[in-house]
C-alpha cells in the first residue's frame, strides 16, 4: 500500500474594519485542494495564534503533515506565535513572506507602548529568522522569505518551493487561502467578535 499524498493547510488571513476572517485551505502535494475551513481574530487584537490553532482543531485533518501560514503580522499587528502554532498543533510551521524587510519591531514600537507593545515584542522576538529562499530559474517570480519551526531550514525551504506553481510566487496553499478568507470577508459582515 502507498504511502497518501502529502497535504499541507495554508492559512491566510482578510482584515475588515474590525474584524479579519482567516481562511485554512488544505491542499495535497501535487495542488489538489482537499478541504476548507474559515476562523477570525481582531484586528489589532492579540487573538491571531488562537484564530489559527482553532481553525486546524476545527478541521480536525489528521493527513495534513505541514501548516503554512501567510506572514506573521496579520490583522495589524495580531503577531502569530510560531512556537505555539507548532506544539499545540503538532506539525512543522512555515511563515512566508514576499518582501525584503528590516524587522517588526520599529513599526512595533510606533503603533504601542506599554503591556501592548511587551506582548507583541515577547511574540516577535521568539520567533526564528527568516530565510531568503529562492525560487530557482524555472521561477522569476521569487524570492520568498521564510520562517520554520519544527523543520531544518533546507526542508522548510524545500517544502515551500515545491508548493509552489510555474509561474507564481504565493505557494498554492496561500493562494487559495488567500482567495478564500477574502471571500469569507466579502460575505460576512464586520461586526465585533464576540468576547
Do not use: K, Q
Not at 115 to 121: H, V
Amino acid at each position: 500500500m502507498s504511502e497518501p499524498p502529502s497535504r499541507t493547510l495554508g492559512i491566510a488571513f482578510s482584515d475588515g474594519d474590525r474584524v479579519s476572517r482567516v481562511a485554512g485551505a488544505v491542499l495535497r502535494a501535487d495542488g489538489t485542494f482537499d478541504g476548507l475551513a474559515y476562523g477570525a481574530c481582531t484586528v489589532g487584537g492579540t487573538d491571531a495564534t488562537d484564530a489559527v490553532v482553532d481553525l486546524a482543531v476545527d478541521l480536525d485533518r489528521a493527513d495534513v503533515r505541514h501548516v503554512c501560514v501567510a506572514g506573521i503580522a496579520p490583522a495589524w499587528f495580531n503577531l502569530l506565535d510560531l512556537r505555539r502554532i507548532r506544539e499545540e498543533l503538532d506539525r512543522p510551521v512555515a511563515a512566508v513572506s514576499y518582501e525584503a524587510s528590516p524587522g517588526l519591531e520599529p513599526a512595533l514600537r510606533e503603533a504601542f507602548d506599554g503591556d501592548d507593545l511587551a506582548e507583541r515584542l515577547a511574540v516577535y522576538r521568539s520567533l526564528p529568522p527568516r530565510r531568503r529562499v529562492a525560487l530557482g530559474e524555472s521561477n522569476p517570480a521569487g524570492p520568498l522569505f521564510v520562517r520554520a519551526v519544527g523543520l531544518a531550514d533546507d526542508r522548510a525551504a524545500a517544502i515551500v518551493r515545491s508548493l509552489v506553481r510555474d509561474g507564481f510566487r504565493r505557494p498554492e496553499p496561500l493562494r487559495v487561502a488567500s482567495i478564500a478568507a477574502s471571500a469569507h470577508r466579502e460575505a460576512v459582515p464586520d461586526a465585533p467578535l464576540p468576547p
